[in-house]
């Protein structure tokens, strides 16, 4: 099938943001994934990284760019975004716990959607806030899953270890206590798209004096089932 649109630049520009949708890629990667010369991906992705569409993570890697998702929010298509924010609500409301919703762009995950405690002490985290994937519960889901050649390199200088992820796996949830913020827990679960690929990760967190040293004990329930929930809404609107 010809996926050309006869706008030669612009197909090839698609072809680099769709080789990054995979996700971070080196140039030598870039020109592998889209049959491109090394002069016309090294062009094309410093273009689309002037205009945001394209970023760098720590290592020099391009990543796709905050631009995307501005657009995205915009023009109000985010699916995922419409599904998640009333059960958002209805999570915190269960637990009495801020809830937030956490997907990953290279070494950094973002808060996308949040539904906040309304008083007394809560964790705060706002809307396009980017925390490390070194540390917390949702870094912890959305690398479980990973390929195991991306899972290692994000386990580098993790407060975490692979037998934290493999516990993940096998269980389906998340907690960290005081791993990213020294008195905060959190849980975490994980969000699947329509094809079972990990696409988020659904959380609730609050200080330890709440949620104890075994948040899971409190809060894993609600959160895997409000990740189902998301999950299956997604699976649901692509059919």
Same mark, same amino acid.
Request: some cysteine.
């Given at each position: ?52 569409? $394209? ?8 990543? =796709? /760019? ?7 929010? #915009? ?5 995922? !975004?419409?599904?998640?924010? @009333? +059960?958002?609500?209805? !999570? ?6 801020? *809830? ?9 995950? $973002?808060?996308?959607? #949040? ?10 985290? @706002? $809307?396009?806030?980017?925390? @490390? ?5 949702? #870094?912890?889901? =959305? ?7 991306? !899972? ?13 992820? %493999? ?6 949830? %998340? ?22 690929? $990990?696409? *988020? #990760? ?8 709440? !949620? ?9 329930? @609600? +959160? ?8 299956? /809404? ?6």
């Amino acid at each position: 099938m010809d996926n050309s649109s006869g706008v030669g630049v612009l197909d090839k520009a698609v072809l680099v943001l769709n080789a990054l949708e995979a996700g971070p890629a080196s140039l030598a990667q870039l020109v592998q994934s889209t049959g491109l010369a090394r002069p016309t991906a090294h062009r094309l992705a410093v273009a689309l990284e002037h205009h945001r569409f $394209v970023h760098r993570d720590a290592q020099g890697r391009f990543i =796709l /760019g905050p631009r995307l998702a501005e657009l995205s929010v #915009a023009a109000g298509e985010d699916r995922l !975004l419409a599904i998640a924010q @009333p +059960i958002l609500s209805q !999570l915190r409301d269960l637990t009495g716990e801020s *809830a937030s919703l956490f997907r990953r762009q290279g070494d950094v995950r $973002v808060c996308v959607a #949040a539904a906040e405690r309304s008083s007394g002490l809560r964790d705060t985290i @706002p $809307v396009g806030a980017a925390l @490390p994937m070194t540390a917390g519960s949702a #870094a912890q889901i =959305l690398l479980a899953w990973e390929e195991p050649d991306r !899972l290692h390199r994000g386990l580098r200088g993790a407060k975490f270890e692979a037998a934290t992820l %493999a516990s993940v796996r096998r269980r389906g949830w %998340a907690q960290s206590v005081g791993e990213r913020e020294q008195g905060v827990g959190s849980v975490s679960a994980p969000i699947r798209g329509a094809a079972g690929r $990990v696409i *988020a #990760a659904v959380s609730v967190s609050g200080p330890l004096e709440r !949620l104890s040293r075994s948040p899971g004990r409190l809060h894993a329930g @609600p +959160i895997m089932a409000a990740a189902e929930k998301i999950s299956e /809404g997604m699976r649901r609107t692509a059919s």
